[in-house]
């Protein structure tokens, strides 16, 4: 006959173990097509090339490769990181080319006359492009000199990078000045690591 | 005027669809609906997919970019990146039914230009971006033999360049199913809620055993299905709309076995479904909304305008409306497709109550080992996901956590379906968003993924396969050590007879089978040829999906390969070939050799760098050996493409190398493959006369020269598209080069001639006892000469068939004379009648022996 022992103890026991990893995982979001490295908001200070806020002023789609791109045009206000000439053109995955759909699900899209502030990265392509696809970016509401930056918690689904298991992205609001600041003393302290 | 135009020849390839009968319904595709139903009648799916009219010989190929990950993980190479990409491959090409072959193309330049269909498989540098799929279709359908469809012209799947972050390094399982799923929607399926591989990526529990579940198949042969590939399969229908009679869009339908697997469809925007692609079984049917941050790519009208969903939220119920496990227990459908009655079950309609939210979803689960004792422990040390449950164990914990905090008061219960049955105990779990659920190990609980229900009394939530069920620990490696003879003897506990072990992404071919016991065995194995001095991660898979990475990734054993220098190309007969024409493609053989490699037949890949010019068959002569045929597809891009020969892990390339050139008017044009003349027989065996199809073949027969290894051949029949000619009776066994002079120019492709078919010299009963006549069960010997032994040893080449029909073959041994005894069992009864009984091996055919069977 088998036991149904389980004891008090037994489930403060089991809860300590699965606390403890919940210090890594603190919930999850599903997959869409994308699968994605969750990056800390200094994560994305780190590792982007450029950090620029500004306003989509049109959008264009152009192949690079294999892959055709969605080129977002900005009118680019301030530089919180990266070359003072740095890029004013966004390029993600996917778009409309000659009537054709190339369909990226999970890729952000912009919209013409609305302000974000992207995390860029350069690499070998040549393109700027937002780093962890929709991770990288502030939503910028007109709501005064200091508006309000949303970056909306990624749907995609997103690894722990330390873990390699799933694990749940989070909706940051802060202000520009906020922001601001913070890029600037991340990138003073030299922080890599995710926090 | 364009559009009108082009809205006119849409509606004109939609009407004709209708006339060809109804389609099926969409399980979770890329959907374009070209109109409207009458009523609430389904819709008409009209898919993105890949056309197999328009690839050579129905195969989709995959080049990888020669342009590799720049940053490796721990004893990681680009060799064991392309090894987890081609298995990836080998996984979905394996699809029962399917009429769509998915190839392995070898390397590519990222810029290469091809006119033919094709994915890429290239690596991106982003931060943060672990692969994503860009499907590329056609802006117009096209249509086929079940109607309209849009045809994929290009998918490409980003993979990261850094293989340190996750999901690598390539030797982890999670980067084989993460490519296994990418690749999927490079095909044309998107996402379900089933944990297939095609799941969203927390709640998949696919692995390297168990790569596909029954969903995606069933996805993959909705797609690609060959001509009646469900008449021994079911489907269950119906309609889900809200209590008010309003159709739901995009609800999801799931039938389940509670043991078994779980197929799913989508619900189109009358709010009808269908799941197609049920293997014979008693399923339970339930629906559930997607989840609020799904982000599946909807369906589109004709214009490209999506529907959108009208009713995101309602209540999850099982069929018939219950959320009581037995009330559906006893609502089970039944699927059978041998009676037409419980084939296609019709009107399982669900009237749901809306709902403003989901009391949960996206649930992860986890369990958890003790690494030093190798048990699943809930105290253990090493976190797992998704869950494992020993069935031999008298309790298990699960814990469960959701994405958002499970709403109080908790789930009023916790069942596993399959007869687990209720937790006998559970609480929340630390964080509002977590349970533990306890659960009583039913005696004879058995193996296999187990289904979990939460039931909310209002609402319910189902995780298909949230726990995986295993009768033993995790496997351990505790030493590797090489032989001196090449071979390798890996040493553990937790292997057994079904363990496999791969060196990075590559099975290695097992020499001396494991002994031992679970606590201490081993293994010797061959290890895939490797890359000079490359160090291999060794990982012990299990069929019942662990395997030793489990307990063993933060110091995974590893092996060293000798160092051997650098693959290389050595030569080849030739560095260009022309293009086909007129729809035809150019055939050619290709003799090649290399250095610094060892070429291993059937692992080995030879690649021209272009979706234009594939490789049908290679065959390797010696390790540094090989020949191939190839064919260069009728209106290929012309220009300059990159050779590329793996073996392995050894990787050989010549960047823009060979070069395809416009077509030659002169050249005959060889249709591969070569045909027994006998359409019954599926080889080229000494003595058949076989068919060569093609053009320009024999312009003028009498300049014809035709030539099987340099010796003629005896021509029955030449002509401009077809030659007939006898393989001479004395041919010798294997790979042969067959020349062909059509008086103006040459054309070479190799014709594998094969083992004569074996031939009848008796038939016995088990006491040995020759038998004219017999009844349905009764066990025989029958009594073959010829048989090529190398078959004898591998069965699935060899059949037995009475009167057509497949009988069930019990063992192939040696027997007196030279002969072999291929014993059977008679598995049904032909009324006494005399019937043909026949010995089919590779798909050639014995002349039949006669028998009564009664």
């Known amino acids: 006959m088998r036991s149904l022992g389980?004891?008090?103890?037994?489930?403060?026991?089991?809860?300590?173990?699965?606390?403890?990893?919940?210090?890594?995982?603190?919930?999850?979001?599903?997959?869409?097509?994308?699968?994605?490295?969750?990056?800390?908001?200094?994560?994305?200070?780190?590792?982007?090339?450029?950090?620029?806020?500004?306003?989509?002023?049109?959008?264009?789609?152009?192949?690079?490769?294999?892959?055709?791109?969605?080129?977002?045009?900005?009118?680019?206000?301030?530089?919180?990181?990266?070359?003072?000439?740095?890029?004013?053109?966004?390029?993600v995955p996917g778009g409309t080319l000659n009537g054709v759909r190339y369909m990226v699900e999970g890729a952000p899209e912009f919209h013409v006359g609305?302000?974000?502030?992207?995390?860029?990265?350069?690499?070998?392509?040549?393109?700027?492009?937002?780093?962890?696809?929709t991770q990288g970016f502030f939503s910028l509401a007109q709501d005064g000199v200091d508006p309000t930056g949303t970056r909306r918690y990624s749907r995609e689904l997103m690894l722990d990078p330390h873990t390699g298991q799933p694990t749940k992205d989070e909706t940051l609001v802060m202000r520009v000045s906020e922001l601001r600041a913070r890029v600037a003393a991340t990138l003073a302290a030299g922080k890599g690591a995710a926090k | 005027m364009r559009r009108t135009g082009l809205m006119g020849r849409v509606w004109a390839i939609a009407a004709a669809a209708l006339l060809l009968g109804t389609p099926l319904l969409a399980n979770y595709h890329y959907i374009h609906y070209l109109s409207r139903p009458f009523g609430n009648g389904p819709f008409t799916p009209a898919y993105q997919k890949f056309n197999l009219a328009a690839l050579p010989n129905n195969t989709v190929n995959v080049f990888v970019s020669d342009i590799g990950p720049s940053n490796f993980g721990p004893n990681d190479s680009f060799g064991s990146v392309i090894s987890q990409i081609k298995q990836a491959i080998g996984a979905w090409s394996t699809v029962d039914g399917s009429d769509l072959h998915i190839g392995f193309g070898g390397l590519q330049n990222q810029n290469q230009l091809s006119n033919t269909a094709g994915i890429d498989v290239v690596f991106g540098d982003v931060p943060g971006v672990l692969g994503f799929t860009v499907l590329n279709p056609a802006g117009n359908p096209v249509n086929g033999p079940n109607g309209p469809f849009f045809p994929i012209v290009r998918s490409v799947v980003t993979l990261t360049r850094d293989t340190s972050q996750s999901p690598g390094p390539s030797y982890l399982e999670g980067f084989f199913t993460t490519t296994v799923h990418e690749l999927g929607h490079a095909l044309g399926l998107q996402h379900t809620y089933t944990s297939s591989a095609m799941s969203m990526g927390v709640v998949r529990n696919t692995t390297r055993t168990r790569p596909l579940d029954a969903d995606d198949y069933a996805g993959l042969l909705v797609l690609y299905g060959k001509a009646g590939w469900n008449a021994n399969l079911g489907s269950i229908s119906g309609r889900v709309t809200t209590t008010g009679g309003q159709p739901i869009g995009l609800a999801s339908v799931v039938a389940i076995v509670p043991n078994g697997p779980a197929v799913s469809a989508l619900t189109d925007p009358n709010g009808n479904y269908r799941i197609d692609g049920l293997q014979p079984n008693s399923y339970l049917l339930y629906v559930h909304p997607l989840p609020p941050d799904a982000n599946v790519t909807l369906p589109v009208d004709g214009n490209g305008v999506p529907f959108a969903q009208t009713v995101p939220f309602f209540e999850s119920t099982f069929y018939p409306g219950t959320r009581d496990l037995q009330t559906a227990a006893n609502a089970a459908i039944q699927i059978n497709p041998q009676f037409p009655i419980s084939k296609d079950i019709t009107g399982k309609d669900f009237s749901l109550q809306t709902r403003s939210s989901v009391p949960v979803y996206n649930l992860i689960t986890y369990s958890r080992y003790d690494s030093g004792s190798r048990a699943l422990a809930?105290?253990?040390?090493?976190?797992?996901?998704?869950?494992f449950f020993n069935s031999n164990q008298a309790v298990s914990t699960l814990v469960a956590q959701a994405h958002l905090p499970i709403p109080t008061p908790q789930p009023q219960s916790a069942a596993l379906l399959g007869s687990f049955g209720n937790a006998y105990a559970l609480t929340s779990y630390g964080a509002p968003s977590a349970l533990a659920l306890y659960f009583q190990t039913p005696v004879f609980a058995g193996a296999g993924p187990?289904?979990?229900?939460?039931?909310?009394?209002?609402?319910?939530?189902?995780?298909?396969?949230?726990?995986?069920?295993?009768?033993?620990?995790?496997?351990?490696?505790?030493?590797?050590?090489?032989?001196?003879?090449?071979?390798?003897?890996?040493?553990?506990?937790?292997?057994?007879?079904?363990s496999q072990i791969y060196f990075d992404g590559l099975p290695s071919a097992i020499v001396a089978k494991f002994s031992g016991t679970d606590a201490s065995g081993a293994v010797t194995v061959v290890p895939p040829p490797g890359a000079s001095g490359q160090t291999a991660t060794i990982t012990v898979y299990n069929t019942d999906g662990q395997n030793s990475m489990l307990l063993q990734s933060s110091n995974p054993p590893a092996y060293t390969y000798d160092n051997t220098g650098l693959p290389q190309i050595a030569g080849m007969n030739t560095s260009s070939l022309p293009a086909g024409a007129n729809n035809l493609a150019y055939s050619a053989m290709i003799d090649m050799s290399v250095a610094g490699m060892r070429l291993v037949d059937g692992q080995v890949t030879l690649g021209f760098g272009s979706d234009d010019v594939t490789v049908r068959r290679v065959w390797v002569q010696d390790p540094n050996h090989l020949i191939a045929n190839v064919v260069v597809a009728s209106g290929a891009a012309i220009g300059a493409s990159e050779i590329s020969v793996i073996s392995g892990f050894q990787v050989a390339q010549q960047p823009f190398a060979f070069q395809t050139q416009p077509n030659n008017p002169r050249l005959p044009l060889i249709?591969?493959?070569?045909?027994?003349?006998?359409?019954?027989?599926?080889?080229?065996y000494p003595g058949a006369t076989v068919v060569i199809y093609g053009s320009n073949l024999a312009t003028n027969p009498s300049a014809l020269q035709l030539t099987l290894n340099d010796q003629p051949v005896l021509v029955r029949f030449a002509g401009s598209t077809q030659i007939n000619f006898d393989i001479p009776s004395g041919a010798?066994?294997?790979?042969?080069?067959?020349?062909?002079?059509?008086?103006?120019?040459?054309?070479?492709?190799?014709?594998?001639?094969?083992?004569?078919?074996?031939?009848?010299?008796?038939?016995?009963?088990?006491?040995?006892v020759s038998v004219t006549a017999v009844a349905a069960g009764e066990v025989l010997n029958i009594l073959v000469t010829g048989l090529d032994p190398a078959a004898a040893g591998n069965p699935g080449r060899v059949r037995v068939t009475i009167s057509g029909v497949d009988m069930y073959v019990n063992s192939i041994v040696p027997a007196a004379n030279g002969q072999f005894a291929i014993q059977i069992i008679v598995t049904q009864s032909f009324g006494g009648a005399q019937v043909p009984v026949a010995v089919v091996v590779d798909g050639s055919s014995s002349a039949p022996a006669p028998l009564g069977v009664r």
């Open chain 2, 450 to 498: 187990r289904h979990l229900v939460l039931n909310f009394g209002n609402d319910m939530y189902v995780l298909p396969d949230a726990v995986t069920l295993v009768q033993r620990s995790a496997p351990k490696v505790s030493s590797v050590i090489p032989n001196g003879d090449g071979t390798v003897t890996i040493a553990g506990a937790g292997f057994g007879l079904d």
């Open chain 2, 378 to 387: 809930a105290t253990g040390d090493t976190q797992t996901t998704p869950a």
């Open chain 1, 114 to 133: 609305e302000e974000y502030v992207f995390f860029l990265y350069t690499g070998k392509s040549g393109l700027a492009q937002v780093i962890g696809m």
């Open chain 1, 6 to 91: 389980i004891s008090t103890a037994h489930y403060s026991a089991v809860t300590r173990r699965f606390l403890q990893a919940f210090v890594l995982t603190l919930g999850l979001i599903p997959l869409q097509c994308a699968t994605l490295e969750r990056l800390s908001l200094d994560d994305m200070i780190v590792k982007s090339t450029a950090i620029v806020r500004g306003k989509v002023t049109a959008t264009y789609a152009a192949p690079s490769g294999p892959i055709v791109y969605t080129h977002y045009t900005l009118q680019v206000s301030e530089r919180f990181k990266g070359p003072s000439q740095g890029p004013v053109d966004v390029a």
């Open chain 2, 732 to 768: 010798q066994i294997g790979p042969a080069v067959l020349k062909l002079n059509n008086g103006l120019e040459t054309a070479s492709v190799i014709v594998p001639v094969d083992n004569r078919p074996p031939v009848i010299q008796g038939i016995t009963n088990v006491s040995n």
């Open chain 2, 671 to 684: 249709a591969l493959p070569v045909l027994n003349g006998d359409q019954t027989q599926q080889t080229i």
